[in-house]
């Protein structure tokens, strides 16, 4: 049976190099020192911002230098907690980093506070008179939109002092998930032994083509999970109740109201998303579902079965470094600045990519203002592995581009933006293969592979986001929110979905405790505005070519500069209607349509 390795077993060529952030640890506390010491100069600005443009100017340059200071000092310690939580060191550092940020909030809570206490019109003037001030204009007319919703000064500040506690739900998820839990071994139908893993699971066994290595690592993942059950239950309850007490504090009238203030976009397009995706998507993936169980001649389709490859015997290995060409090929479109990024990203060691004991599950990327991405992933030689690091190296390239074109408190746009350049890749890279092969068993293989990704955004990720909604109604009338409510809501949201065609038992009624994008706000359905918009991108690329390519590359490079919505209306797509919606899923439906031709 094949053990799981030690970070210190992994070869050092499979692991990134953070030197580029910090040269030694020695080197990362110096630094965490010096942003602590300059803390009290902080403060010498307060009471100082309404007095003039340039006082205004002054203090948040001073707040603006110190959090991209930080930025790359908690970069450092959440990278070294990922790639081993296990280690009592990176958890110190990940929790002493948590606690500056809080210390951060603090001091700098005046500024906010200040900023909303001038008289009407204070902020115009001060804008016209003060060029300098115009980099901030998107962080002013923000804050300006929140006014209705601040509490006093001495609230916030001390609100800001208790960010590490509000986001200890978050903390001990994570650290719960990366450092404790355990899976026992598992035997296939031939008497084989496998030990289990959260990444190995997600990585290997979860798409397994012999059923009984995939229903035993099932069974072994789900009693790892129920064993944590009532923890994560009143994780995710402790995160429920704090938003929903805020948005109340706030005077928001519902926690959702609260939450998607920050994503600058209406409500009409959060519910579009939810309900128009649930209802015409369904029919199409049942239809996947029925096509899965009689390819592979089951008696009854499980949900462990729902990503059990349809051809096995056609399942090519990709060592990375084929995976890396395929990507760069696939990415040509985008042109040689853009190439040449991904390239690099993929070459000089800024992808960590071995499992390792204690290594945190599912992909990321991290970027850092003023350094480059940092990519996680486990490979495991699969197509999925490919088209994952194609996700990753979407949002890499997207804040490469950003940065060099934006100031740091620019660069960041709204989250239902974010997800949109990653899948975009993912996009690009599905048109590559399938423009390059007329083979039907390759066709098939990436359709399947391109499923995946509609799979994971439009079901997994949009399944949770319609958990989320129905919890935080319940939490709003009072409910407790334990174990038994979350896997009686989401077994019924699955079976609710999958009709007759997939058999929804314990383990999937318990899938709420794989994610952390619970502790993210609403991130979840963020993934499915992304997929509609890449969705649309991709289309206009193939059709016309480098002006639309061009578009696109604007968009990246405007960072935070315009709101979601804005982003992509400058590039061409319109999800103030639903049409792009209701195409997204329709494509859905003629890749299945294919997909049922060639079997």
Known sequence: MKKRQARSEVPVEHTWNLDDLFTS?????????????????????????????????????AVEALEQQFARVSTYAHLRNAQDGTNPAHQAASARAAALGARIDSATAFVESEILAMPEGVIPQFLAAEPGLEVHRIFLTDLMELRPHRLGAEAERVLASLGEVLNAPHMVYNRAKSGDMQFAPFSSAAGAQFANSINGFESDYESHSDTSVRRGAW??????????????AATFATEVNKNVTLGRLRGYTSTEDYLLQAHKIPQTVYRNILHIIQAELAPHMQRYARLRRKV???????????????DPEFNPRISYEEGCELVLKSLAPMGPEYCAFAHKTMTQRWVDRSDNIGKSSGAFCASPYGVHPYILITWSD???????????LGHGGHFGLAMQHQRFVNTRPGMPFVEAPSIMNEMLLAQHILGQNSDTRMRRSV???????????????????????????????????????????????????????VEIDDGARMTWMRQPHYYMGLYPYTYSVGLVASTAMAQRIATEGEPAVQRWLNVLKAGGTLKPLELMQAAGIDMHSPQPIHDAVAYVGRLIDELEASF
């Open 296 to 310: 592979l001649g089951l008696d009854k389709l499980l949900y462990c079965d729902i990503k059990a490859p349809l």
């Open 382 to 392: 699969t197509m999925r592995n490919v088209f994952t690091l194609a996700h990753e």
């Open 219 to 232: 069974q072994s993942f789900s009693a790892g999970l129920k064993a944590y059950n009532h923890t994560f």
């Open 25 to 61: 640890v020695a080197a990362w506390a110096d630094a965490y020192v010096a942003i602590d010491a300059a803390l009290p100069g902080i403060a010498l600005h307060q009471g100082q911002l309404g007095t003039s443009a340039a006082h205004l100017l002054a203090a948040l340059d």
């Open 447 to 501: 359709i399947m592979q391109v499923l995946g990704t509609y799979h994971h955004n439009f079901v997994t990720h949009l399944l949770e986001a319609e958990l989320q909604h129905q919890v935080y109604a319940l939490a709003e009338q009072d409910q407790p929110i334990t174990a038994g409510l979350l896997h009686q809501r989401k077994g019924d949201l699955l079976a609710k979905f999958w009709g007759d065609t």
